[in-house]
């Protein structure tokens, strides 16, 4: 080999070429055979050389977005967030009587936490029962994909709600609007069809309106005497804060699959709770994404991702998180705040390994081998999750 090729060859190039000037590039060894460096070659990987982690924190509420007479939205989708490739979010808010107008989804289902407001929304199936429900904070909403909706802030203060898609790609305002399909359509067929004078279509909106001002209805439906009945109230509403919480000694959650919540067939929410000083400690999702927005209160995040690779944010209000599939993860609380956040899993079940249920399923001598302890200080680890360790 030219000396001064050599200098220039990397390890792996060398470990090729030597096994090609020595027995030839037809007769490198068998993958059980070879080393592990040769199986790294033989399957084109560069030994010790991964991607690093994504940057995966993003300041939704920073963004300045779209903003309008009756309204503002900021967006999340993997233009903004490359990190999350399979949950969209939305900060939206309305001005009282606000309306988001008449639209669909093409390619996502829309999730909403409502954070503050009451909000009226409607919605057509393909079946084609229209529902029409009234929303408060701690409500979430499931409209699946394609299936028409509206809504409208019928309060008198400003509304305040996060949207969550079930796909990263899925831009908000790429949605299909009433407004705008009938604006780029021939006059003529929306008389024919929506049996209106040529006088009043000449006057409908020449394109998208989005989100607009409107007057807070005088007969919006009535909630109930009692709004704690029972969860879910119809079919694409659910009382995520009134909902039994599986308590913890450091804090507590509330989880919605659909089990509990049947329509929202595409994701699993979890709203989570730590007093200071608690950490949801270390473990990982096997079946989905955990895109996360925090409500209240700080956190700081570690997402590990093997191959030596772990990375911390710190998190506040309005900043938003994912973690993806598999990788192991926690969260400390910080501050003298609780802190609350929620999280959306991209599977309509919800898979959680924690480190304390791993450990506790194996024999103490596995343990004691793997992390060179002994038997006394294997006695100590515990024998179940922990889930928020105060
Ligand atoms: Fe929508
Ligand atoms: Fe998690």
Known sequence: MNPSLKTKLTRREMIGAASAATIGAAMLPSAAEASPQEQNYQVGKDPGKHEP???????????????????????????????????????????????????????????????????????????????????????????????????????????????GFDDGHFSEFGTFSITDWIAHTPPHLVTKNLNLDPATISNLPKKELYIIPGKIPANSLDPYLSGNLETPQSAHKFRLYDMPALNFPGGWERIVTANEFPINHTLTSVLQYLEPGALRELHWHPNADEWQFFISGRARVTIFGAHGRAKTEEFGPGQIGVVQQGF??????????????????????????????????NPASLISDNFLITKEEVARLPRKTLGIIK
């Open 328 to 361: 192991g993860h926690y969260v400390e609380q910080i501050g003298s705040e609780p802190t609350k956040f929620f999280a959306l899993f991209n599977s309509p079940t919800f898979e959680e390994i924690s480190i304390s249920k791993w450990l506790a399923g």
């Open 53 to 163: 982690l994504p940057n995966f924190k993003f300041d939704i509420e920073a963004q300045t977005g779209w903003v309008g007479e009756g309204g503002s939205a900021k967006e999340a989708t993997v233009e903004e967030f490359p990190a999350s490739q399979n949950i969209a979010g939305v900060s939206m808010r309305l001005k009282p009587g606000g309306i988001r107008e008449l639209h669909w989804h093409a390619i996502a289902a829309e999730w909403a936490l409502v954070l503050k407001g009451t909000l009226r929304t409607t919605v057509i199936s393909p079946n084609g029962e229209a529902a029409t429900d009234i929303f408060e904070p701690g409500d979430i909403w499931y409209f699946p994909k394609g299936h028409g909706h509206a809504l409208q802030n019928i309060s008198n203060e400003d509304s305040h709600f996060v949207l």
